[in-house]
C-alpha cells in the first residue's frame, strides 16, 4: 500500500517538475542566443575591417580620401560609393577604403577627407574615432561626415564633429542619410560640395 503511494505521488508532481525543467532550458537557450547575436554585433560594428584603396577617377583635379566603417549592411557602403560618384562628378579624385589600421594617416596629398559611419545605439562607429586617434593632427584639413542611421536626433553626428575638432579638423558639412531612397542626397552632396585645392 506504501509502495502504491509513493507511486501516485511521483506521477502527480513528474509533470510539473518536467514542465519547470523544459521552461529553464528554454530560458537558458534564449539567454544564450541573445548573448551570441549581441556579442556578435557588438564586435562586428567595432572592429576594424581592412580593405584596399579604390581609386575613383585618377586623373581629377582635387583629391579626397573617404574612410568609412562598412556596419552591419550594405547601406553605409552604398552611401559612400554614391557620395565618391558625386565627387567625381565634381572631378575630384576619390580614394575609398575602409577605416582600419591599414588606411593611410599620412593626409598631405589631400584636399579633403570623408569619414563614413553607421550610428548604432545613437553612437557613431569606434573605428571612425580610432582612425581619427591614428592620425592625430588633422592640420585643418576640410572634412565631410557621412552618417547613416535609422533615424537620429543628431547626437552620433554631433560626437563626430566634437572629435574632428577635438583633433583640429575642420567639418564643411555633414551629410545624413536615412534609407535608401535618399541615397540621392548623398550624391547631390558630393556634387555640390566646393572646397577650395590646397
Not at 40 to 55: E, H, P
Request: aromatic share 8%; with cysteine.
Amino acid at each position: 500500500m506504501s509502495c502504491r503511494l509513493w507511486v501516485r505521488v511521483d506521477m502527480r508532481f513528474l509533470p510539473q517538475k518536467r514542465w519547470k525543467k523544459i521552461l529553464l532550458i528554454a530560458i537558458l537557450v534564449f539567454v544564450i542566443v541573445v548573448a551570441a547575436v549581441l556579442g556578435f554585433v557588438l564586435f562586428k560594428i567595432n572592429s576594424d575591417y581592412v580593405s584596399g584603396i579604390d581609386v575613383l577617377n585618377a586623373d581629377g583635379s582635387k583629391t579626397a580620401l573617404i574612410i568609412y566603417h562598412p556596419g552591419l549592411s550594405s547601406f553605409m557602403k552604398d552611401v559612400t560609393y554614391t557620395f565618391a560618384d558625386g565627387l567625381v562628378e565634381n572631378d575630384w579624385r576619390v580614394e575609398v577604403t575602409t577605416a582600419s589600421s591599414q588606411a593611410p594617416t599620412d593626409l598631405s596629398g589631400y584636399s579633403l577627407l570623408v569619414l563614413g559611419s553607421p550610428v548604432y545605439a545613437g553612437s557613431p562607429s569606434l573605428t571612425i574615432k580610432g582612425h581619427i586617434e591614428r592620425v592625430g593632427d588633422l592640420q585643418g584639413i576640410d572634412i565631410v561626415l557621412l552618417v547613416t542611421s535609422g533615424g537620429s536626433d543628431g547626437g552620433a553626428e554631433a560626437s563626430m564633429q566634437q572629435t574632428v575638432e577635438e583633433y583640429n579638423g575642420t567639418v564643411k558639412e555633414v551629410v545624413s542619410v536615412f534609407t535608401d531612397d535618399s541615397l540621392d542626397i548623398a550624391e547631390q552632396a558630393g556634387r555640390d560640395l566646393f572646397i577650395a585645392k590646397r
